[in-house]
């Protein structure tokens, strides 16, 4: 398949040639074959039928109550069935391939409830209460997590055939972004799979462009005889995002000169900086630049009991089930976190952050950090066929180094960690049990307790869900001083400790979600300023409750019914905390759904979010952290995008006019220039269209 991405028509007129691209994806829809049948076939046996069984390594299992099962007569009811799942690093659950077309986070980076700094690839971060409750070293850099691949959310294939997913986005300002994933079984006990994801943003007001580059390698190999697995995986992550530390003033959108051209707004950051549209190269002269490398090598050797299920005269299947499993876990990862501005002015730096320099001077801060982790543990399995019941114990070894201020400081951490989970084979129970205790080093003292308690009550009333989680943490390393960037800690910091109780309840039936979070904090760290972070020692709560609900507002005989997605989250401080939240945070999707001409599966209508006014978090671009603030209010408009969704097969369209919300007509013009801000000085872009493509093939 050709890639438009690479043609110089493409770059110069990218809507017309992707409407093109388009009519000859549809056509060669309807000329490949079987394709969509495959698909389908994996997600109906995988749910659905009760002829296919898997066993503990969670391998199909032919039904020999099957008949003509005869070899000599007729082949295996299961051998040309296609088998597709996987399962996230460190889970034994297994996942199924997801092809809902109705929400276009599910393949966007960026969730719903977060709010970035203006353009797609820039600083980003939640509207709902999201504090760190992971316990140890921790660098602080999170702005760019969502961009990132990870070893948390890396999926270990299982397939029967090589599975391969296409996805290209094009939006406004000539915005790209291509994710390629392909994944196969070598042999059946050996899989082999790659990522790729690249984000190219230039944006619409001056110096904010942004680029990623995500590559991730991954694999898993398990011997004959079932007692030997490994898992590996090597990831890669380039974050670039330049600067431009918001506009001069809010006033500039309003301005004859900003509604023609919003790149000629002066912003505070990045000079006279020239637009750069080029999709493979972005130039950072004012901004950030963070790289990550993960090395991951699992291994793990198990003591059990045989076993074997006879299928016919010629067909046995050997099994194999854990009872005592040996496991040693190394990670090597670097990080390279880097602030640089080539064209710093000295007067923005002192009028507009308080941050004196001599003219001409270049900006350089970076931080360097090395992590070497090796972790043992032994994992037993009271039932031989319940692999989602174990009790686990381990000790975690942790080197780390950097480079602070001219001289090399080395640290050493020793944990220990327990585990204990339970899902019982009916599925009614599941109870998880994890704690981590740092006995000594760096971060001694710090440790994690967290109990989750899950029933299922019966087909009326769903699920409900109980959880207690209490972190004990040391603030990260930015924010307490061990760092080469500008931060001056307000004093020395205390541990901080957070303590968050949990109840939902999930009924399908009535297809509503209800959730409840209530915090408890104290010795809460964050930054206060561009350059200063600061420790609150009093003890405050936030409350947190969160509905989904899906309302079937009308079915049409045809088929096609009204549906509405709606989500609402309601947070609530008490005490004076340093911390600031949208009292009401919603999102609402109103759709025509169903099916046109036999097979084409359709999702469309109107999405609208909006968050009560409230003194949202402004942004340091020279440390990449949002910081506090209480003078500017934030009073945004609803957030409006049309959307419109389709399936043909195994092939995924969609189309997304975004922030509608921007149309205005009071100054005499027409056109988008009422934006929306997600913090103080970064609106957002008005009048934005996104459309894209994610493709699947079964070889």
């Avoid at 490994?230 to 506009?247: D, P």
């Avoid at 972790?375 to 000790?395: E, H, R, T, Y």
């Avoid at 339970?422 to 967290?450: F, Q």
Wanted: a positive charge; charged letters at 20%; one cysteine or more.
């Amino acid at each position: 398949m050709c890639c438009p991405v690479l043609t110089d028509t493409f770059l110069m007129n990218p809507v017309s040639s992707f409407a093109r691209l388009l009519f000859l994806c549809v056509l060669a829809v309807f000329t490949t074959t079987n394709v969509f049948a495959q698909a389908r076939n994996v997600e109906k046996r995988a749910l659905e039928t009760q002829n296919v069984q898997y066993d503990n390594q969670g391998r199909v299992i032919p039904n020999t109550r099957i008949k003509g099962g005869d070899s000599l007569q007729s082949r295996n009811s299961n051998a040309d069935s296609i088998t597709i799942f996987y399962r996230y690093f460190d889970s034994s659950r297994i996942h199924f391939l997801d092809s809902s077309i109705n929400d276009f986070t599910r393949r966007y980076p960026v969730p719903a409830h977060y709010v970035h700094v203006g353009n797609f690839g820039t600083a980003a971060r939640s509207l709902v209460f999201n504090p760190n409750l992971r316990p140890g070293w921790d660098p602080s850099f999170h702005a760019y997590d969502n961009y990132k691949f990870t070893i948390e959310n890396t999926k270990f294939y299982q397939t029967t055939r090589p599975y391969t997913e296409l996805g290209y986005m094009l939006g406004s300002q000539q915005e790209q972004m291509v994710d390629i994933l392909h994944t196969q079984n070598v042999n059946p006990n050996f899989n082999l799979g790659f990522q790729y994801r690249f984000i190219n943003a230039p944006g619409e007001f001056r110096s904010q462009n942004a680029s990623h580059n995500n590559v991730r390698l991954h694999g898993s190999i398990q011997s004959k005889n079932k007692r030997y697995t490994a898992y590996a995986a090597f990831i890669s992550n380039k974050s670039k995002s330049s600067e431009n530390g918001g506009l001069r003033s809010d006033t500039s959108l309003e301005g004859t000169e900003g509604f023609n051209n919003p790149f000629v707004i002066p912003t505070r950051l990045g000079g006279t900086a020239e637009l750069n549209r080029n999709f493979f190269s972005t130039l950072v002269n004012t901004g950030n630049v963070y790289t990550e490398r993960t090395v991951l090598y699992r291994h793990q050797y198990d003591l059990g009991q045989k076993d074997s299920i006879i299928v016919n005269d010629s067909t046995t299947i050997q099994l194999f089930y854990p009872r005592i499993r040996f496991q040693h876990t190394f990670s090597y990862n670097k990080y390279d976190f880097l602030f640089q501005d080539y064209r710093a002015d000295s007067s923005d730096y002192h009028n507009f952050f308080n941050y004196p320099i001599r003219t001409g001077d270049t900006i350089l801060f970076n931080d360097v950090w090395k992590e070497l982790k090796n972790d043992f543990s032994i994992v037993s399995f009271p039932q031989k066929n319940n692999l989602n019941q174990f009790l686990k114990a381990g000790l975690t070894v942790q080197n780390l180094s950097t480079v602070i201020k001219g001289g090399t400081k080395r640290f050493l951490n020793i944990a220990a960690n327990g585990e204990y989970r339970n899902r019982t084979r009916n599925k009614k129970w599941e109870v998880e049990a994890v704690g981590v205790l740092h006995l000594s080093g760096l971060n001694s003292g710090d440790y994690s307790a967290n109990v989750l308690l899950k029933k299922f009550l019966n087909p009326k009333l769903g699920n409900v869900e109980l959880g207690f989680l209490n972190v004990n943490r040391t603030p990260s390393s930015l924010l307490s001083g061990q760092t080469n960037f500008p931060v001056k800690p307000a004093t020395s910091f205390n541990k901080e400790n957070i303590t968050r109780l949990r109840a939902s309840v999930n009924n399908e039936p009535l297809r509503f979600t209800l959730t409840a979070n209530y915090y408890l904090v104290s010795n809460y760290t964050y930054m206060d300023s561009f350059f200063h972070s600061n420790q609150e020692s009093t003890l405050f709560n936030v409350l947190h409750v969160s509905g989904e609900k899906i309302f079937v507002l009308r079915k049409f005989k045809s088929g096609i019914a009204l549906n509405l997605y709606s989500e609402v989250h309601l947070q609530k401080t008490a005490g004076n905390p340093p911390l600031n939240l949208p009292l009401i945070f919603t999102r609402n999707r109103l759709l025509f759904e169903g099916v046109f001409a036999r097979n084409m599966v359709f999702s469309t209508g109107v999405e609208i979010r909006y968050h009560t006014p409230y003194k949202a978090d402004n942004y340091s671009p020279f440390v990449g952290q949002f910081f506090y603030q209480g003078t500017q209010t934030i009073n945004n408009r609803p957030e409006i995008n049309l959307v419109g969704n389709f399936r043909i097969k195994s092939f995924n369209a969609f189309v997304r006019y975004e922030n509608l919300n921007a149309f205005d007509v009071s100054n005499g013009n027409a056109g988008f220039s009422r934006n929306n801000f997600a913090a103080p000085n970064y609106p957002y872009p008005g009048g934005w269209l996104r459309v894209g493509i994610w493709w699947r093939f079964i070889n």
